[in-house]
């Protein structure tokens, strides 16, 4: 599976974006998309995921309630819509695709195997 992240931006404190994962390859719907983001001096964090078929979600307690994640099949795209930012959102967020991954793992890195090429989100106060 080959992803390709967009949507990165500069945005000011309690602005919105939205950013795609277009997904290309060997699909199917045992998969799982997950959004992880790395701000500069720090490890990569879970955001959100979202599996392919049901439909089930995670997301990290820092952007529940600002993000939503969905999908659509059509398009073999997963969409991350983050309201009110903060500047403590600012990091490159990067997803990723994981196969069979059940929906208590599903803020698990390790369940991810493929992954695009990240985009940056830089939220200004």
């Known amino acids: 599976v080959q992803l390709q992240a967009s949507g990165g931006g500069l945005v000011q404190s309690g602005d919105s974006l939205r950013l795609s994962c277009a997904a290309s390859?060997?699909?199917?719907?045992?998969?799982?998309v997950a959004w992880f983001r790395q701000a500069p001096g720090k490890e990569r964090e879970f955001v959100a995921a979202i599996r392919w078929s049901g439909g089930a979600t995670s997301y990290a307690d820092s952007v529940k309630g600002r993000f939503t994640i969905s999908r659509d099949n059509a398009k073999n795209t997963v969409f991350l819509e983050m309201n009110s930012l903060k500047p403590e959102d600012t990091a490159v967020y990067y997803c990723?695709?994981?196969?069979?991954?059940?929906?208590?793992?599903?803020?698990?890195?390790?369940?991810?195997?493929?992954w695009g090429q990240g985009t940056l989100v830089t939220v200004s106060s």
């Open positions: 390859g060997r699909t199917d719907k045992t998969y799982a």
């Open positions: 990723g695709a994981g196969r069979g991954v059940i929906i208590s793992a599903l803020s698990s890195y390790n369940g991810y195997r493929s």
